[in-house]
């Protein structure tokens, strides 16, 4: 029910974007985020965005760097990533989510729908 894309393979201090579209659905009252997840490690939070509210959150590794935004008319959220490192390569999944308070915004477990994942490689 969400299909992510936009991942690909680019050099250290590159960028790319991921979208990501809910099919069958409305974004309506869901809170959306990205994690990731390298090889050998367990899935992080990467950002965050609560339905209703402005504010975004975003992993320390990323801020500054990354941006998520919504579009709730068209249910697709994307992930603007600015000077990537080699430590960003990971497969990232968007997810989606209703209900989810603000202590829980960063555990992957609160997510109702994920993505398929996409692919980001960052090579040095």
């Known amino acids: 029910q969400l299909q992510a894309s936009g991942g690909g393979l680019v050099q250290a201090g590159g960028s790319l974007r991921l979208s990501c579209a809910a099919s069958?659905?409305?974004?309506?009252?869901?809170?959306l985020a990205w994690f990731r997840q390298a090889t050998g490690k367990e899935r992080e939070f990467v950002a965050g965005?609560?339905?209703?509210?402005?504010?975004?959150f975003y992993a320390e590794s990323v801020k500054g760097r990354f941006t998520i935004s919504r579009d709730n008319a068209k249910s697709t959220q994307s992930l603007q990533m600015n000077s990537l490192q080699p430590e960003d390569t990971a497969v990232y999944y968007c997810?989606?989510?209703?209900?989810?308070?603000?202590?829980?915004?960063?555990?992957?477990?609160?997510?109702?729908?994920w993505g398929q994942g996409t692919e980001v490689t960052v090579s040095s």
């Open positions: 997810a989606s989510g209703r209900g989810i308070i603000l202590s829980s915004l960063r555990i992957p477990s609160a997510y109702d729908y």
């Open positions: 069958g659905r409305t974004f309506s009252g869901y809170t």
């Open positions: 965005i609560r339905w209703g509210s402005s504010n975004t």
